[in-house]
């Protein structure tokens, strides 16, 4: 995955870094741009890209040239290898130039995968391996493009800065050149120097508007450059889905356990703890039925009070295991229960033309429970609202309240664990919370049907 650092030049601090929050610029960015340093950093990898690649083009098509004139031969299948091998090499290189001048930060692509020892397993991966190959076009690619690259930036930059300097040189031509100024045309019998005020003045405008239309055309063609590094040197959209699927089931493995502990906890807690102290009770009062009646029947009432906790209890267990009411009539009916037992008023609204798939439907409800739990104690809102809608393909939910704000969905709190089941299927948590409120939580989870 490709990460770019600043949206505009001279934006390279990170968020949390000292520089971050200064104060903007006066000069407005048109103005400053030709000495930003992202200007230059982007400058300097077109000029550093015709040598390089020159040596990557000349490379990669002469050894695959020779690798496959010695393909009559069994010499030529280690040739296409090691020629892999070299463009993985100028790849890694490239990432990292990428890394330094572009500030393009590309994950490197997956290993080579050799399942078997010895050379000739190694020569078969590489040639197998489509990460290689993507290699090999990008060293054919970059080099045409490198070309037209370096000839554009450098022509723009040059002449740029050579007519906007202009008056600080004008001097040397009537002194040394022995014509009146930078000739402009000439032929036989015509010939036009820029060699008085006027002129002069006009040239250093005109390179002045060349210099400063310089970076965002220099911009331009690097964007080139980061597509072809993404695309071509970055992980495979492949095998970054594969890392994240792994991430994924690793969440979700992690919350299964974590509710079997919090089940587990509950049931040794609470029920099974009560249900323990009843039947002592029921004990005692049997021993003391035919010695003392009264006393007997008041434990058995106290009892039978335990008796009603604890059922409680377990159903409540069973509401945050899958609640009855979201199976037989689904999500309003389920939201509405859940905020008639949060402490401020609550309003629902479920516009869903039918219902979702089971799973989506107990990850909806679980993430609008949890989020009207936040509200009943850290919000200190008066009123709170619930709305459940569907977009295309995208189930949206939105829970909204009128409390202090300052919600924080980073540093580990329980809307980042939240955030992090939604995204174990495919689902964002977006927290919209500034301090002295509202404070708007949506969550969007793929749509599927049942």
């Known amino acids: 995955m490709a990460t770019y650092y600043g949206q505009e030049y001279g934006e390279w601090d990170d968020p949390g870094s000292p520089g971050a929050g200064r104060q903007p610029h006066r000069l407005p960015l048109v103005l400053r741009a030709p000495f930003e340093g992202r200007s230059w950093g982007e400058f300097c990898y077109l000029l550093l890209s015709l040598p390089l690649g020159i040596l990557m083009f000349s490379y990669s098509v002469t050894m695959l040239s020779l690798g496959a004139g010695l393909l009559v031969t069994f010499l030529g299948i280690p040739v296409l290898a090691a020629t892999l091998a070299g463009c993985r090499g100028f790849g890694a290189l490239e990432r990292a130039r990428a890394r330094g001048l572009l500030r393009l930060e590309v994950a490197d692509p997956e290993p080579l995968v050799v399942k078997r020892q010895g050379p000739m397993a190694w020569v078969g991966a590489m040639l197998r391996s489509g990460v290689s190959w993507r290699h090999v076009l990008y060293t054919v690619l970059q080099f045409p493009w490198a070309v037209f690259s370096f000839v554009v930036g450098v022509t723009s930059w040059t002449c740029g800065w050579g007519l906007l300097t202009y008056p600080l040189w004008f001097w040397v031509f009537p002194m040394y050149g022995g014509q009146g100024g930078l000739q402009l045309y000439g032929d036989e019998a015509h010939s036009v120097y820029l060699d008085n005020p006027f002129e002069i003045t006009v040239t250093a405008l005109v390179g002045l508007l060349i210099t400063l239309a310089t970076p965002w055309i220099v911009r331009g063609l690097t964007i080139v450059d980061r597509l072809l590094v993404h695309g071509l040197l970055g992980p495979s959209r492949l095998a970054t889905r594969v ?34 102290a009843l039947a002592m009770d029921l004990g005692l009062a049997k021993e003391k039925l035919t010695q003392d009646p009264r006393a007997a ?13 604890a059922l409680q209890e377990l159903r409540d267990l069973a509401r945050g295991i899958h609640p009855a009411v979201l199976t037989d009539r689904g999500l309003d009916a389920a939201l509405s229960a859940v905020a008639s037992r949060c402490t401020v008023p609550v309003r629902v609204e479920v516009d869903l033309p039918s219902r979702p798939a089971p799973a989506i439907e107990g990850i909806a409800y679980f993430t609008v429970s ?41 540093s580990g709190s329980g809307l980042d664990g939240l955030a992090e089941r939604l995204d174990a299927v495919d689902g964002v948590l977006a927290v919209e919370s500034p301090p002295g409120g509202p404070t708007r939580i949506t969550a969007e989870l793929p749509w599927r049907s049942p």
């Open 243 to 276: 890392v994240e699927l792994e991430s994924d089931r690793g969440v979700v493995v992690d919350t299964a356990a974590a509710d079997l502990q919090r089940i587990e906890r509950d049931l040794h807690d609470g029920a099974q703890a009560r249900l323990v």
């Open 297 to 309: 029947a008041r434990m058995v009432e106290e009892a039978h009070g335990e008796v009603k906790t």
């Open 370 to 410: 949890e989020l009207l739990q936040n509200v009943s104690k850290h919000s200190g809102a008066k009123s709170a609202s619930v709305d459940v809608w569907r977009a295309e393909q995208r189930l949206l939910l939105q829970v909204v309240d009128d409390g202090v704000g300052g919600a924080d969905g980073s």
